[in-house]
């Protein structure tokens, strides 16, 4: 139930369905924490999950119960929790894929869920820079166990690998822009996908749940919009008793002092790209000095600050970009699609220079693209494929349109959706690491990626079309609805 209240829509009550029928539960404040945030969706938050933009997910599956064990971690499947014949699917498909277990979960792992958009919505780059806030609520920890593979410019340049990270929590992400009388919990935390390593480990969601309920307790006591609330009675009670470090009763929004620093991160950028992170969070500020730095930089040095600016979309350094992948003559080691352990780069050097030429948008970059592309077999490792879609999407150019064609027709590069379970079946049984089907995503993601760019730069012969159309239809739900969402855009 919705109510108007001074122009601003606010949860009065959910549905729910008891032994006697469904009824109305009347609330002065719901906490969602269903976390993927169905009641606020429900409600009209607006939502992020899978758009037209690059498909990318941690990876999800169905954990299976053997006698005896105290673990189980699984990693197989792309699920669209919010697609019930996708979840099904899953049931079918993880019990044939383990068919000598006890028993199953009852619930998909999913590591990566639809996102609310909240009054703030943090990013990777505020945990990089240990973003403080004058209304933290909860701190989590994790190492950047990333399940797949991010999108962050900043992960193309530098990388967090296997290292614990701290990560404060602002309160503000849990409130669902344009409504009230809700807060939202746990992986519909509003925040960058590629933050939710860090924030999504058990015992930091339930300590983020309590707070929420701390705070809904406290609105109800006292009759107070949420937005208006005092939650520093809430912080202390939550460094009393253990939940958080005392100084978030005095932390205060550390982002526009920390611009103060970005002078001594442009000297020590060459440093392995030290402060790249700091010149990041920063653009607008950073780009003339980046800008001025290039040009004073000698020869070696200057393809450091051209790859920072690249990551902001600047082209000032596109001349040292394209030189560096112009010195490659033959494709270097990369990255073969994994799912579980993946703690480190999804790309090899070669090719974050490619997707940097691509962020430039420099149309010199799409014959030396395409030279390397013609080169590239569909068994070669996924990194290379997805770096040159990206980045010839990226550039726009349509000149590319026949070579991504063409590559898309090479035997073994396309026909990898699944329309049934006999195509699931199939493609899992020629998996090698059926245990994590590693393969059977590999080859999803790599010819979607294609058509997708293929569409975007005007297509060829409709085969991004016709590859787009046979995915809107597939079983897995997030392939289908991103193959939906690109066709729709």
């Given at each position: 139930?919705?109510?108007?209240?001074?122009?601003?829509?606010?949860?009065?009550?959910?549905?729910?369905?008891?032994?006697?029928?469904?009824?109305?539960?009347?609330?002065?404040?719901?906490?969602?924490?269903?976390?993927?945030?169905?009641?606020?969706?429900?409600?009209?938050?607006?939502?992020?999950?899978?758009?037209?933009?690059?498909?990318?997910?941690?990876?999800?599956?169905?954990?299976?119960?053997?006698?005896?064990?105290?673990?189980?971690?699984?990693?197989?499947?792309?699920?669209?929790?919010?697609?019930?014949?996708?979840?099904?699917?899953?049931?079918?498909?993880?019990?044939?894929?383990?068919?000598?277990?006890?028993?199953?979960?009852?619930?998909?792992?999913?590591?990566?869920?639809?996102?609310?958009?909240g009054d703030f919505s943090f990013t990777v780059l505020d945990q990089v820079n240990k973003r403080t806030y004058d209304d933290t609520i909860c701190q989590s920890?994790?190492?950047?166990?990333?399940?797949?593979?991010?999108?962050?410019?900043?992960?193309?340049?530098?990388?967090?690998?296997?290292?614990?990270?701290?990560?404060?929590?602002?309160?503000?992400?849990?409130?669902?822009?344009?409504?009230?009388?809700?807060?939202?919990?746990?992986?519909?935390?509003?925040?960058?996908?590629?933050?939710?390593?860090?924030?999504?480990?058990?015992?930091?969601?339930?300590?983020?749940?309590?707070?929420?309920?701390?705070?809904?307790?406290?609105?109800?006591?006292?009759?107070?919009?949420?937005?208006?609330?005092?939650?520093?009675?809430?912080?202390?009670?939550?460094?009393?008793?253990?939940?958080?470090?005392?100084?978030?009763?005095?932390?205060?929004?550390?982002?526009?002092?920390?611009?103060?620093?970005?002078?001594?991160?442009?000297?020590?950028?060459?440093?392995?790209?030290?402060?790249?992170?700091?010149?990041?969070?920063?653009?607008?500020?950073?780009?003339?000095?980046?800008?001025?730095?290039?040009?004073?930089?000698?020869?070696?040095?200057?393809?450091?600050?051209?790859?920072?600016?690249?990551?902001?979309?600047?082209?000032?350094?596109?001349?040292?970009?394209?030189?560096?992948?112009?010195?490659?003559?033959?494709?270097?080691?990369?990255?073969?699609?994994?799912?579980?352990?993946?703690?480190?780069?999804?790309?090899?050097?070669?090719?974050?220079?490619?997707?940097?030429?691509?962020?430039?948008?420099?149309?010199?970059?799409?014959?030396?693209?395409?030279?390397?592309?013609?080169?590239?077999?569909?068994?070669?490792?996924?990194?290379?494929?997805?770096?040159?879609?990206?980045?010839?999407?990226?550039?726009?150019?349509?000149?590319?349109?026949?070579?991504?064609?063409?590559?898309?027709?090479?035997?073994?590069?396309?026909?990898?959706?699944?329309?049934?379970?006999?195509?699931?079946?199939?493609?899992?049984?020629?998996?090698?690491?059926?245990?994590?089907?590693?393969?059977?995503?590999?080859?999803?993601?790599?010819?979607?990626?294609?058509?997708?760019?293929?569409?975007?730069?005007?297509?060829?012969?409709?085969?991004?079309?016709k590859i787009l159309e046979n995915y809107s239809t597939d079983l897995r739900g997030y392939f289908s609805r991103h193959a939906n969402e690109v066709l729709r855009r």
């Open positions: 139930m919705i109510e108007n209240v001074n122009g601003t829509a606010a949860v009065k009550g959910v549905l729910i369905t008891t032994t006697s029928g469904p009824r109305i539960v009347l609330a002065k404040t719901v906490i969602d924490a269903t976390g993927n945030g169905c009641i606020a969706a429900a409600a009209g938050a607006e939502m992020k999950y899978i758009n037209a933009n690059e498909i990318a997910t941690q990876g999800h599956g169905l954990p299976p119960r053997n006698l005896g064990s105290s673990y189980t971690n699984t990693d197989y499947m792309y699920v669209d929790e919010t697609d019930i014949e996708d979840v099904s699917q899953l049931f079918i498909y993880g019990k044939e894929k383990f068919p000598a277990a006890f028993d199953f979960g009852k619930l998909p792992d999913t590591r990566e869920r639809p996102q609310i958009v920890k994790s190492n950047f166990d990333t399940h797949g593979y991010t999108v962050t410019p900043y992960m193309e340049i530098e990388h967090l690998h296997h290292d614990g990270h701290f990560c404060d929590m602002p309160y503000r992400s849990s409130l669902p822009q344009g409504l009230d009388k809700i807060l939202v919990g746990g992986l519909a935390t509003s925040c960058h996908r590629d933050a939710i390593p860090i924030i999504r480990m058990q015992p930091d969601l339930q300590n983020q749940g309590y707070a929420l309920g701390c705070i809904a307790a406290k609105a109800a006591k006292e009759n107070v919009p949420l937005r208006k609330l005092d939650i520093k009675p809430v912080q202390k009670h939550l460094v009393e008793i253990g939940n958080l470090p005392e100084r978030v009763l005095t932390d205060k929004d550390n982002y526009e002092d920390s611009k103060a620093a970005l002078p001594d991160a442009i000297k020590t950028l060459p440093d392995g790209f030290k402060g790249s992170a700091q010149l990041l969070w920063h653009p607008e500020e950073a780009k003339p000095l980046l800008q001025k730095a290039y040009q004073n930089a000698s020869p070696e040095n200057k393809i450091v600050y051209a790859m920072v600016l690249a990551g902001m979309n600047d082209p000032t350094g596109a001349d040292a970009v394209l030189d560096k992948v112009k010195n490659f003559d033959a494709w270097d080691k990369g990255w073969n699609f994994r799912g579980m352990g993946q703690f480190s780069w999804a790309s090899s050097e070669l090719d974050r220079y490619i997707m940097m030429l691509g962020r430039t948008h420099d149309k010199r970059g799409v014959p030396v693209i395409c030279k390397l592309l013609n080169d590239l077999k569909p068994e070669d490792d996924f990194s290379h494929h997805r770096a040159c879609a990206l980045a010839l999407e990226w550039i726009g150019d349509k000149s590319a349109a026949k070579t991504v064609a063409e590559h898309l027709r090479k035997p073994g590069m396309s026909g990898y959706w699944q329309h049934d379970l006999t195509a699931a079946r199939e493609q899992d049984k020629a998996d090698p690491k059926g245990g994590t089907a590693e393969k059977s995503r590999r080859d999803s993601l790599a010819e979607i990626g294609f058509a997708r760019a293929l569409y975007h730069l005007g297509d060829y012969e409709g085969v991004g079309k």
